[in-house]
């Protein structure tokens, strides 16, 4: 069945470094994949999206590349902020409704002053 | 747009009190999401409607747990009777055609 892995948390990182959360997926198909930001307190958010292969998602400084041939959708940062501590979720759908959103378990992240 | 909108943002109870969730979906979009996140068990789809019709409610835990969607602007999920083992926060989601999913600011429940 369709499945999505993430790695597992939390990860804890110092202001300035660079970030990497994997995220692997089991599908038919061609899926749209997603990462999802949930800041403490309150709902998912959309962080950044892609629809098909080597598509590119960016957004705030964070990207991500849909991988085909490698089955990932890893989100890298730069340089992470204070701000950006929160719970990070990958996530993949079925196109036109072809079959439910499936959520991975999470990656939390801290970053230190 | 308000997004979607979630009530009561907190609700605490006693056990074999009927709890209602309600949720307002962003118009225009056809999927509802009813979803519960607890520490232990991370975020669980329990249901999803499409179109006002429910599609899958196989994360239902059980049957004390029940959900409608009378028309496209409002769904409800009711919990009777209430356990301590339901205490979470409970999310509704809508999206188009299950594309980019918009979550409301939770309802977090609390059964004593």
């Known amino acids: 069945g369709n499945s999505v892995t993430q790695m597992e948390g939390p990860v804890t990182l110092s202001e300035e470094a660079f970030l990497t959360i994997n995220c692997t997926y089991t599908a038919t198909g061609y899926p749209s994949l997603f990462w999802y930001v949930q800041y403490p307190g309150e709902g998912l958010q959309l962080l950044l999206k892609a629809t098909k292969a080597d598509d590119k998602g960016s957004n705030k400084g964070f990207e991500a590349t849909y991988r085909k041939e490698t089955t990932s959708f890893h989100l890298e940062k730069g340089s992470v902020q204070v701000s950006d501590s929160a719970v990070y979720f990958c996530a993949l759908s079925g196109t036109g409704g072809g079959f439910k959103t499936i959520f991975g378990a999470g990656t939390r992240l801290f970053v230190k002053a | 747009d308000a997004g979607v909108i979630q009530s009561p943002r907190h609700e605490v109870t006693e056990m074999g009190q009927e709890v209602t969730l309600r949720c307002k979906p962003i118009s225009g979009h056809d999927y509802l999401f009813w979803y519960r996140q607890t520490m232990m068990r991370g975020l669980e789809l329990l249901i999803y409607?499409?179109?006002?019709?429910?599609?899958?409610d196989s994360g239902m835990p059980e049957d004390r747990f029940s959900a409608k969607m009378p028309n496209a602007s409002f769904s409800t999920l009711k919990i009777q009777p209430s356990e301590p083992r339901d205490s979470a926060v409970y999310f509704c989601a809508s999206s188009w055609r299950q594309e980019t999913q918009y979550f409301g600011p939770g309802t977090r429940l609390l059964v004593l």
């Open positions: 409607f499409n179109n006002n019709v429910p599609i899958d």
